[in-house]
Structures are given as structure tokens and as C-alpha cells.
């Protein structure tokens, strides 16, 4: 544990929720008794937690039917004051203060953006305050949403360089197949070598977004940036210290962390997917370039369609010619001018390595 400087927490909905929906304050008072634990012994800790809406909807009796984005609005904005006050209140008794730091797909879309959240969340770190990190639903909608609080946990671990992201779930990790079956063990173990998707179901928290889906994919694109992952049980008794202490009696799916680290660059563009405002389709030739092992930039002469209007320096999804999608990187030329150069050689990189992620 000692080797670890800086870890994101991430807590699920359902680590928080009663079966009634209603916010599990006990649970939430022994998170923040590990919480304090470590942090008194010096590590730096970012939480991401859900819980606001699962809070909210035993607030307030709404009147008539709601649409699912007002819903959570209105349950958001009344349960996320309620966690807050819980967190600090807690906290407080530990002589620790928290803060709150709510966010949006939209706030982290552009690089300027991103490097104002982190220094937000850097400053709070130097002066000893936990950061509670959560999606500001008030004002989200639909296409700007995150898929849930994992993803934001993926971005928010790249974001501030730490050294591991537990993202605390209400199954002890990965299974071999489903979690109620007996016969079902816990992947203890990943290499991102191997394809385990055949492992991963589909079905969704009762109170979250999020599913196993997501978690094993923003698991995986993490684990590739140096950063080691782990998937385990918010409901198991002083979980947060036993995992940190490498203790072997508590049971979690651990994602073994590429030894290649990202640049910081290359780390907001790995999970900036979702804010691709155009595709640049490739032939075959660029394609098997590109997925190569040696490191070279997307040149026009490789490029045989261009969709959507984008500016420069815009995120922009790269496909190839069967339609997937292979990466993802910094335009920089804009949609206009990128049309012009497709097929022509001897011009500079329409996306350069260095602004370039590969899936």
C-alpha cells in the first residue's frame, strides 16, 4: 500500500441504496471510516460517488408522470444536497473536510476544459480535501450524459494521474458466468491480453445506469493507460484497506495495469470518444498501418471519406473499411479542409501520433 500515493474510489448506487431505495447511511459512515483511515495515513484520495438520485426519489412524492431526464433532474437536485450534507457530516467527525465537485460530459469535452477540472481537483488534493465527485444531472440531458458514474471515474482516474481506481460494486468482480449461479467464480486475476467478454452480462444496476458492461470496458481502457483497476464488493466488511493491503482472503477482480504509461495528452483523448463531433473514415492499407507496432500518424493519402463537421483540433473517431471504430484522436485540419486533402500524399498528418489513441 505504501508504494501508492493518489487512488480514485469510485462507489455504485447500489453500494448506497437499501433494497427500499432509500440512502444506506451506515454503509456510507463505514466508506468514510476506511476513507479517513487511509487518508490519515497520507494517501491522496479522489471519490466519485453515485447515490444522488436513489437519494433524492425518497424525498419528495412527484406529482403526475416525468420523463426520465426531468426524473433525474428533480431527484438529483434534491439527493445530492442529502449525500453531500451525509459526506461532510461524516467526514467532519474524522477532522477531515470534503468537497464537492459536480461535472458534466460537456464541462471535460474540450482540452481547456479538462486542465480547469484538474487543477480544481488538484488544488483541493494540496490542501488536504477529499474531492466527492459526481455527474451534475440538473443540467444534463440525454446525449450529454455520461453512461454512468463509471465512465466518469475512468476519466477522472486518467485525469489526475493516479496510481489505481476501485470502482466498488455490489458483486465481488467479474464471474465466470452469472454472479447467482454457485458454480461461478471471480475472475481474480486480468490481463489485458486476453478477451474475456464471453464472461460479461448486460443487465443493469437496479438503482445505477451502469452494468458490468461498462465497468469491464472503462476497466480495461485504464488498466492500458498504467493504472491498475480493480472491480470488487462495497459491501464487504473494511474492503478499501484489505484491497490496498494486498490481503488474499478478500475476494476482487484485479486488472493488471499496462507497464507503458500514457502522456497526459493521450490519456484525456483515450476517453474523449463520446465528444467526437466527426468520423475520418481510412482504406485497409492506413488501417493495418495504424494497428502496427510501429508508432506513425494518419496521413490524408490514407483517408477516403470524411463525416460531420468538425473544427480543428476537435476529437474525431477513426474508422476503418469494415465500419469499426479503431480509434479516436485531435483533428488538425477542419471537416472542410480535411475533404480537400483525402487521397493526396506529401501533406503534413490530419492526426498526429502524439494527439492519437488507438482502441
Not at 112 to 120: E, V
Not at 197 to 218: L, V
Amino acid at each position: 500500500m505504501h508504494r501508492l500515493k493518489r487512488i480514485a474510489i469510485k462507489v455504485g448506487s447500489n453500494v448506497l441504496s437499501r433494497d427500499d431505495g432509500s440512502l444506506d447511511v451506515t454503509r456510507m459512515s463505514a466508506l468514510v471510516d476506511q476513507i479517513a483511515c487511509l487518508h490519515r495515513e497520507g494517501l491522496e484520495m479522489i471519490l466519485i460517488s453515485s447515490g444522488a438520485v436513489a437519494s433524492g426519489k425518497n424525498e419528495i412524492r412527484v406529482k403526475g408522470k416525468l420523463d426520465d431526464v426531468s426524473a433525474r433532474q428533480l431527484y438529483s437536485a434534491v439527493g445530492q444536497a442529502k449525500l453531500i450534507n451525509r459526506y461532510y457530516d461524516f467526514f467532519r467527525e474524522h477532522g477531515i473536510t470534503c468537497g464537492q465537485v459536480l461535472t458534466t460530459k460537456e464541462s471535460l469535452g474540450t482540452r481547456n476544459h479538462y486542465l480547469n477540472q484538474k487543477n480544481c481537483i488538484s488544488v483541493m488534493l494540496e490542501n488536504k480535501v477529499i474531492p466527492i465527485m459526481n455527474e451534475n444531472d440538473t443540467i444534463s440531458v440525454t446525449e450529454l450524459m455520461f453512461t454512468d458514474n463509471d465512465e466518469l471515474s475512468g476519466m477522472i482516474a486518467a485525469m489526475m494521474d493516479v496510481e489505481a481506481l476501485i470502482i466498488l460494486s455490489n458483486i465481488d468482480g467479474i464471474y465466470t458466468g452469472l454472479p447467482t449461479d454457485p458454480d461461478s467464480e471471480v475472475i481474480r486475476e486480468i490481463d489485458l491480453e486476453k478477451d474475456i467478454t464471453a464472461y460479461i452480462h448486460t443487465s443493469k444496476s437496479a438503482f445505477g445506469r451502469g452494468g458490468m458492461a461498462t465497468k469491464y470496458r472503462i476497466a480495461r481502457k485504464v488498466a492500458r493507460e498504467g493504472i491498475e483497476v480493480v472491480i470488487a464488493n462495497g459491501k464487504t466488511e473494511n474492503i478499501l484497506p484489505r484491497i490496498l493491503r494486498r490481503n488474499t482472503e478478500v475476494v476482487y477482480s484485479r486488472f493488471v495495469p499496462s507497464v507503458k504509461a500514457s502522456s497526459g495528452v493521450k490519456k484525456w483523448i483515450a476517453h474523449s470518444d463520446s465528444f467526437a463531433k466527426g468520423e475520418i473514415h481510412i482504406n485497409a492499407n492506413a488501417a493495418k498501418a495504424l494497428t502496427g507496432e510501429k508508432a506513425i500518424s494518419l496521413l490524408p493519402v490514407g483517408i477516403v471519406s470524411v463525416k460531420g463537421d468538425f473544427e480543428k483540433d476537435d476529437i474525431v473517431r477513426i474508422i476503418d473499411g469494415e465500419g469499426e471504430v479503431i480509434g479516436v484522436g485531435k483533428a488538425s485540419y477542419d471537416s472542410e479542409k480535411t475533404r480537400e486533402l483525402i487521397g493526396r500524399k506529401g501533406n503534413k498528418p490530419v492526426v498526429h501520433y502524439d494527439y492519437l489513441y488507438l482502441e
